[in-house]
């Protein structure tokens, strides 16, 4: 059975206090791992797609990393907008859907 | 471009009663999927449907859950018999074609509580 699990469940930092949250994975057959964010209230909001063991993709504060195990969301020097749930998805074997992992709630303290 | 919609927003019903949900994916997607989200749960697939062919079903929890996808765009996802543990937030996505790590765009969620 495809597994995620996501780590740590909350993390608080100062804003510009750089870190990273974790995401791995048990699946046979990776197709593709997405990461979202999710604000309260809202539908998860797509970032980034990432295909192969040692892709990279960046986008503002944040860059996600991918070998073939897990997979990191670096954000670097944060702002208080990037409070959020990040959640962690993958597409594996013949299946279409998603395999979420508990996401990770991340608060930037001002 | 519109993105994907969900209706109602919030909805409160009684044990028992039945529900319709349901969601207007972005237009010229052919892929639309149904996903729950349980208070302190990740998301749960339920149910997906790819142009003519036969929705996958596999994650839809018990026959009380039913859904239908109509022209090949909108969709609404039934529970009937409504009972407390079905409290969540239903989630649609949609993407523009079923293939490998296509992305999945999600709506705003419908917010069911029964009480």
């Known amino acids: 059975e495809d597994q995620v699990t996501q780590s740590p469940e909350a993390l608080r930092l100062q804003e510009g206090e750089s870190s990273s949250l974790n995401c791995s994975y048990t699946?046979?057959?990776?197709?593709?791992l997405f990461w979202y964010r999710q604000d309260p209230g809202k539908g998860p909001e797509f970032l980034f797609t990432?295909?192969?063991a040692g892709e990279e993709k960046e986008k503002e504060r944040l860059k996600a990393t991918l070998t073939k195990k897990e997979s990191f969301l670096h954000i670097t020097a944060p702002k208080p907008e990037d409070s959020a749930t990040y959640l962690c998805?993958?597409?594996?074997?013949?299946?279409?859907?998603?395999?979420f992992g508990q996401g990770t709630r991340l608060t930037i303290n001002p | 471009g519109a993105g994907v919609s969900q209706s109602p927003s919030n909805k409160v019903t009684e044990k028992g009663k039945d529900v319709e949900l349901r969601c207007d994916p972005i237009?010229?997607?052919?892929?639309l999927y149904w996903y729950r989200q349980s208070l302190g749960q990740g998301l749960e697939f339920l149910i997906y449907?790819?142009?003519?062919?036969?929705?996958?079903k596999s994650g839809l929890p018990s026959d009380r859950f039913s859904a239908e996808r109509t022209g090949g765009s909108v969709s609404t996802l039934t529970i009937q018999r409504t009972q407390q543990e079905d409290s969540a937030v239903y989630l649609c996505?949609?993407?523009?074609?079923?293939?490998?790590?296509?992305?999945?765009?999600f709506g705003p969620g419908t917010r069911l509580l029964v009480l």
């Open positions: 996505a949609s993407s523009l074609v079923s293939g490998e790590g296509e992305t999945q765009y």
């Open positions: 699946v046979s057959g990776l197709r593709g």
């Open positions: 990432l295909y192969s």
């Open positions: 998805a993958v597409q594996a074997g013949g299946a279409q859907k998603l395999v």
């Open positions: 237009s010229g997607h052919t892929a």
């Open positions: 449907f790819q142009g003519n062919s036969a929705p996958d």
